[in-house]
């Protein structure tokens, strides 16, 4: 599966942010999906995944109750809609797909990604 990232770009802190992904492929319901992001100097880090149906996900604590991730397996489409923007979430953001039904917390697990989008929040 190929991946296609898009919707970073430069807000302001408080303010919101939708990143998509598109996937290629007839078989995007059978991955499961997840966001990771980068920030300079740090690792890698997961941000939210979401089973092949929608049904199950989960979060970072540092971003539970600000992100959303939502799919749209009709239109091989993972979302990450982010409110509450702060300075601390700037980042490359990254969507990954993971050949398996259920959820990962483990980056080594997903071996499919895009090419990353970058996300700047300004103070």
């Known amino acids: 599966v190929q991946l296609q990232a898009s919707g970073g770009g430069l807000v302001q802190a408080g303010g919101s942010l939708r990143l998509s992904c598109a996937a290629s492929g007839r078989t995007f319901s059978s991955y499961s999906m997840a966001w990771f992001r980068q920030a300079p100097g740090k690792e890698r880090e997961l941000v939210a995944s979401i089973n092949w149906s929608g049904g199950s996900t989960y979060y970072a604590d540092s971003v539970k109750g600000r992100f959303t991730i939502s799919r749209v397996n009709e239109k091989n489409t993972v979302y990450l809609q982010m409110n509450s923007l702060k300075p601390e979430d700037t980042a490359v953001y990254y969507c990954?797909?993971?050949?398996?039904?259920?959820?990962?917390?483990?980056?080594?697990?997903?071996?499919?990604w895009g090419q990353g989008t970058q996300v700047t929040v300004s103070s």
């Open positions: 990954a797909a993971r050949s398996a039904y259920g959820i990962s917390y483990l980056r080594d697990e997903y071996a499919y």
